[in-house]
């Protein structure tokens, strides 16, 4: 069973940055992120796979978000650039065996951390 811990949310003004942390306790093929807003399904944003680091990104995030990781540590992030009130959401950090899994039913999940976004 692989655990994963996030860190790093928070409240921040509209054009902000944020930085999210997940600490894994073990290596898997692939990682990402996803978010849940307030009476909105779960929905992607991000994936990594350590092969490669090739990513994915949803179009909401293109361009203001980065994926990134040091699968040495175990360790993803997720820089948010430019932060709007509608990116407003828990975010959760998953893992999986392979880059379609953790895109669409991860195997693992972590517990979330809170984003909020103020205008």
């Known amino acids: 069973q692989v655990q994963l811990v996030e860190s790093g949310g928070g409240l921040v003004q509209t054009g902000g940055s944020l930085r999210l942390s997940c600490a894994a306790s073990e290596r898997t093929s692939a990682m990402g992120w996803f978010r849940q807003a307030p009476g909105k399904q779960r929905e992607f944003v991000a994936a990594i796979t350590w092969s490669g680091y090739s990513t994915q990104y949803a179009t909401s995030v293109k361009g203001r978000f980065t994926i990134s990781g040091d699968n040495a540590k175990n360790t993803l992030y997720l820089q948010m650039n430019s932060l709007k009130p509608e990116d407003t959401a828990v975010y959760y950090c998953?893992?999986?065996?392979?880059?379609?899994?953790?895109?669409?039913?991860?195997?693992?999940w972590g517990q979330g951390t809170q984003v909020t976004v103020s205008s």
């Open positions: 998953a893992a999986g065996a392979n880059e379609y899994i953790v895109t669409t039913r991860p195997n693992y």
